[in-house]
C-alpha cells in the first residue's frame, strides 16, 4: 500500500490559500498539505538571505511529512528563494524531489492577455525589488512592456481584515494611479501577490473597464495540471485520497479563523515549529 504523498504547498502566511484553493478546484484527487509560515510574515519587506533561509526550512519541512513536490505559493518566495533552492539544495537533500514556484508558470502566460504590449504588475517591495517577472515575462514576450508598482500597504489591508473598508479603497486608488501615471497605455493588470485578490472589487473600481485584471491562481492550477501529466513519474508518487490538511507556525485558533477568508471554506489547522536549516 502506498505511504501518503501528499503536495506541499507553501505561502508566508495567508495568500497561498487563494492559489491552493483553485489547485484543489481543478485537481481534486491528490492529497494536499498546506503551511504557512505565519509566525513570520510579511516575507515581502525580509533580504533575500531571510526568506531563503526560511523557504528552505519549510521545504525540508514538507519533505519529512513525505511530500515528493512542494508548490511555492508565494511570489516572494518564489522570487527570493526558488532558484537556489531547485540549484544548489535539492541535488543534496533529494534529486528526485521537486519545488515549483509560481512566477514562471504566471510569466510563460501573462503576454496572451495584452493586446498592446503593456502589462502592469502589482507586487510585495520584495517581489519588485527582485525583477522576476519583468525578466520572467520578457523571456517569454521580449515585446512586452512591464512596469511594476510595489504596493506594500495592501498585504496589511488584508491581513488585519480592512480589504472591505472605504480606507482600502483609498490605498487601492493610490497605487494603482501611481501605475496609470508612469503607463497609462497599461491593458492587462497582473496581480503578482496572492492576497491581492481579495482587494478586487476596489482595484476594478479604480481602473477603466478596458483593463484586464488577472489573479494567479487559475493559471498556477491550470500549471501543474500540465507539470503532472508531463511527469508521470511524479504523478505517480502522489498519493490520491482527496485529503487537504492545514498546518501554521503561529498559532491555531487565529490563523483558522482568519484564513477561512482567503479559502473560503471553514477548517481546523494545526501548529507546528520550523527548525534551523
Known amino acids: 500500500m502506498q505511504a501518503k504523498q501528499p503536495i506541499g504547498v507553501f505561502d508566508s502566511g495567508y495568500g497561498g490559500l487563494t492559489i491552493l484553493k483553485d489547485i484543489k478546484k481543478l485537481l481534486p484527487q491528490y492529497d494536499y498539505i498546506y503551511l504557512g509560515d505565519n509566525a513570520r510574515a510579511p516575507y515581502g519587506t525580509r533580504s533575500f538571505e531571510t526568506v531563503y533561509e526560511y523557504t528552505l526550512q519549510a521545504v525540508k519541512w514538507f519533505f519529512e511529512q513525505g511530500c515528493p513536490l512542494v508548490v511555492l505559493a508565494c511570489n516572494?518566495?518564489?522570487?527570493?528563494?526558488?532558484?537556489?533552492?531547485q540549484q544548489n539544495d535539492l541535488p543534496k537533500i533529494d534529486n528526485k524531489k521537486r519545488v515549483l514556484g509560481i512566477v514562471?508558470?504566471?510569466?510563460?502566460?501573462?503576454?496572451?492577455?495584452?493586446?498592446?504590449?503593456?502589462?502592469?504588475?502589482?507586487a510585495t517591495s520584495g517581489t519588485v525589488k527582485s525583477e522576476s517577472y519583468k525578466i520572467e515575462i520578457n523571456k517569454f514576450f521580449p515585446d512586452v512592456e512591464v512596469v511594476q508598482k510595489a504596493c506594500p500597504i495592501w498585504v496589511p489591508l488584508v491581513e488585519y481584515g480592512e480589504y472591505a473598508t472605504e480606507g482600502a479603497d483609498f490605498f487601492v486608488k493610490k497605487y494603482l494611479d501611481e501605475l496609470l501615471q508612469t503607463e497609462p497605455d497599461i491593458d492587462t493588470i497582473l496581480l503578482a501577490c496572492t492576497h491581492y485578490p481579495l482587494l478586487l472589487k476596489w482595484i476594478e473600481k479604480n481602473i477603466s473597464s478596458g483593463i484586464k485584471v488577472i489573479s494567479q491562481g487559475g493559471i498556477v492550477a491550470e500549471s501543474l495540471k500540465d507539470y503532472l501529466y508531463r511527469h508521470p513519474e511524479m504523478e505517480s508518487k502522489i498519493s490520491k485520497n482527496g485529503t487537504l490538511d492545514f498546518y501554521t507556525t503561529d498559532e491555531e485558533e487565529g490563523f483558522t479563523k482568519q484564513a477561512n477568508i482567503f479559502y473560503g471554506k471553514p477548517f481546523k489547522a494545526k501548529q507546528v515549529h520550523l527548525s534551523e536549516p
Request: cysteine-free; proline content about 3%.
Open 104 to 122: 514562471r508558470p504566471t510569466s510563460e502566460v501573462i503576454g496572451n492577455f495584452s493586446t498592446n504590449k503593456k502589462i502592469g504588475v502589482l
Open 76 to 85: 516572494t518566495a518564489s522570487a527570493k528563494a526558488l532558484r537556489t533552492i
